[in-house]
């Protein structure tokens, strides 16, 4: 199963001092401005920010600007002309002057690393681009050299919880949540970030208990919704978990992945024309987000109710949420498999879902195996 973002969001102190220096990079090398249409991004494309910048965020009632500090990736899922409409930690429009493509961003911070090795921020901004290129242990190594440099720093460990995440690592990750809470116990983040691992973990009770209380610390995260949401719907706490998910909408009207785990906690209730419409809405603001793909691939494919179904989509989107993942991840395969099973070809499904329990964890592996004898019998999934 997929879970929310895991969101590695620098906590507010670090971004004050990231934003001091808008104007001159911490180096004697500066940022060149580039050709925008020798950039030619395209919607799906991931980009880092190259410097400190700013981006413009809309709601239903208002339009604001958010510092953002080099260093943070974001996925474009829309374009118009120089703005790029990112989203991920932060949503909002950007000049796409100020992002590059993750190759491209980790050779420009290297160069800054060469002419200041003592800067930590280029380091942890060269981390991340890293990370976008999985390169995870390079990624390990700049942060690791980042918290040697600054070691009082709790934003440091955060970044590397993010790393330990994407590695697959939960339990590293975890261990970097507990250096930030232990540092600053007054600080949100480090409470999202643990939730969503302890997701991953399949510890709902802890992730829901995390998510609580980062939402007393800070009440407009919406990822922090997500991540209880997500919790909740596990735990089959559907009204709340919907609840959950419009509260975070309200805050991020253009997040898709909200959409989709809401349409989740929806199929839950046996809400099937209501969850189709927020599928629907996720598919059309970002097609290409794993956590969309992953979440209507599994209703397309296992809807009680036939009309809703349509196997041939949903091997279409399982397949993009398995790329996304290197199809290294169990929940996905048996995604794929019950996609397969819909469209009545047992053995692929058979094929996908004995991989799948071949990745999976134990506790996976406990509902992984009923599958395959339900293809071996000629039957799909219903859920």
């Not at 953002?68 to 990112?86: A, M």
């Not at 991920?88 to 090795?117: H, M, Y």
């Not at 559907?238 to 809401?262: G, H, M």
């Not at 290197?326 to 692929?348: C, H, I, P, V, Y």
Request: aromatic residues 8%; neutral net charge.
């Amino acid at each position: 199963m997929l879970f929310a973002s895991f969101v590695i969001v620098a906590i507010t102190s670090h971004l004050a001092a990231a934003d001091g220096d808008t104007t001159v990079p911490p180096s004697k090398v500066s940022i060149p401005d580039r050709d925008n249409d020798v950039q030619a991004f395209k919607v799906g494309d991931m980009v880092v920010s190259i410097r400190n910048t700013v981006i413009v965020v809309t709601n239903e009632s208002a339009v604001w600007t958010e510092r953002i500090p080099r260093g943070y990736s974001f996925q474009i899922e829309d374009i118009d002309g120089n703005q790029l409409w990112i989203s991920d930690r932060r949503t909002g429009w950007i000049k796409d002057r100020d992002v590059a493509r993750p190759n491209q961003a980790v050779l420009l911070f290297t160069e800054l690393i060469g002419s200041n090795p003592h800067d930590e921020r280029a380091y942890l901004a060269r981390a991340e681009a890293q990370m976008c290129c999985d390169r995870f242990q390079e990624a390990i190594a700049d942060i690791n050299e980042a918290l040697r440099l600054n070691p009082r720093d709790p934003n440091i460990p955060l970044r590397r919880s993010g790393c330990h995440k994407k590695m697959g690592d939960f339990s590293a990750a975890i261990a970097d949540c507990d250096e930030v809470i232990r540092r600053m116990p007054g600080e949100a983040m480090g409470y999202v970030n643990r939730s969503d691992a302890w997701s991953r973990l399949e510890e709902y009770g802890k992730a829901e208990a995390d998510a609580d209380q980062a939402l007393e610390l800070a009440t407009g995260i919406s990822v922090a919704y997500v991540n209880r949401g997500w919790a909740r719907t596990r735990l089959r706490k559907f009204d709340a978990a919907i609840e959950d998910f419009s509260a975070a909408l309200k805050i991020n009207p253009k997040e898709a992945y909200t959409y989709a785990f809401r349409g989740t906690a929806l199929a839950g209730q046996g809400q099937f024309a209501r969850a189709s419409e927020d599928f629907a809405k996720a598919v059309s603001l970002n097609s290409r987000d794993e956590f969309v793909c992953h979440e209507t691939a599994r209703f397309l494919a296992t809807c009680p109710e036939a009309r809703y179904r349509n196997g041939r989509r949903a091997i279409e989107y399982a397949k993009r949420a398995c790329e996304a993942s290197s199809w290294k991840e169990a929940a996905r395969l048996d995604t794929l498999a019950a996609a397969f099973a819909e469209t009545g070809e047992f053995n692929q499904a058979i094929k996908w879902q004995t991989e799948a329990i071949k990745l999976g964890t134990d506790r996976q592996k406990s509902w992984l195996r009923p599958h395959v004898d339900l293809y071996k019998s000629g039957k799909a999934r219903r859920e």
